[in-house]
């Protein structure tokens, strides 16, 4: 795939560099253009301004939050797979409060002739360098929604080239839902002082042979 990395900060550049180094063609773009020049070099690809980086990749990770897609690049948003991974800010003293919008949405709205899938928003970038083999060996799980089933088929294999298990979880109005999951990790992992040992699993358990479920008002 072609995929541009919009900021080059601490996930961007990090996702960037795993998936040139599983075979895809890997542009970066920053605010500082000799910050994607470095990022590059080091992972032995392209990069360029924002402008032209949307234009030449198919795929763009939307790893610069807060920031309008148009106030980047003011057009060629048509057409593209936007892999949205970011989180709110973290609040003061991790004080969560309920929200009734998540960014992705935000995001989508934004960009209307583009699919926005929401993932990579809920590992701690350094889970990352621990590398693919390692956490194929984990089973570390991932999670993603959006509302193209081909736009989300890319973004799965991008989740299998860098080890992790992915689970579609619907369209992408559940992505309150992958952003609050993130934040619950962030607490364990930022405040708590679990680091990286707390990675929740979805376990499936088998019935019991002998129950029936009844039908329930809930
Ligand atoms: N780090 C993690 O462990 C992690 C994990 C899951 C999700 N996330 C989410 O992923 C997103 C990126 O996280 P990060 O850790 O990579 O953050 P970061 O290291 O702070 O990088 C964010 C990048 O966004 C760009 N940016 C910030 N403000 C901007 C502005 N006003 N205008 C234009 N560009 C701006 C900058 O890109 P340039 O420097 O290239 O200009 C900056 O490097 C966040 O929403 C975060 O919540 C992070």
Wanted: a negative charge; charged letters at 20%.
């Amino acid at each position: 795939m072609n995929i541009g990395i919009l900021g080059c900060g601490n996930l961007g550049g990090t996702l960037g560099k795993f998936w040139a180094e599983a075979g895809h063609e890997v542009l970066f773009a920053s605010g500082q253009a000799e910050k994607a020049a470095r990022l590059a070099a080091e992972c032995q690809c392209g990069h360029g301004s924002y402008a032209e980086v949307v234009e030449q990749c198919s795929v763009l990770l939307y790893s610069v939050r807060g920031v309008e897609p148009q106030s980047l690049c003011p057009k060629g948003w048509s057409g593209k797979t936007v892999i949205d991974c970011n989180q709110p800010d973290l609040p003061l003293g991790f004080d969560f409060k309920p929200r009734d919008y998540s960014l992705a949405e935000q995001l989508a709205a934004a960009l209307p002739l583009c699919q926005v899938v929401k993932a990579f928003c809920l590992h701690p970038v350094e889970l990352y360098h621990h590398g693919a083999d390692t956490l194929r060996s984990w089973g570390v799980q991932t999670f993603f929604c959006g509302d193209s089933p081909d736009d989300k088929a890319k973004v799965r294999q991008l989740a299998v080239d860098l080890g992790l298990l992915p689970f579609d979880c619907g369209p992408l109005s559940r992505a309150y839902l992958l952003e609050a999951q993130a934040d619950f990790w962030r607490l364990f992992q930022l405040h708590q002082g679990q680091q990286l040992v707390s990675q929740f699993q979805l376990v499936g358990y088998p019935e019991p042979p002998h129950f029936t479920r009844r039908p329930s008002r809930l």
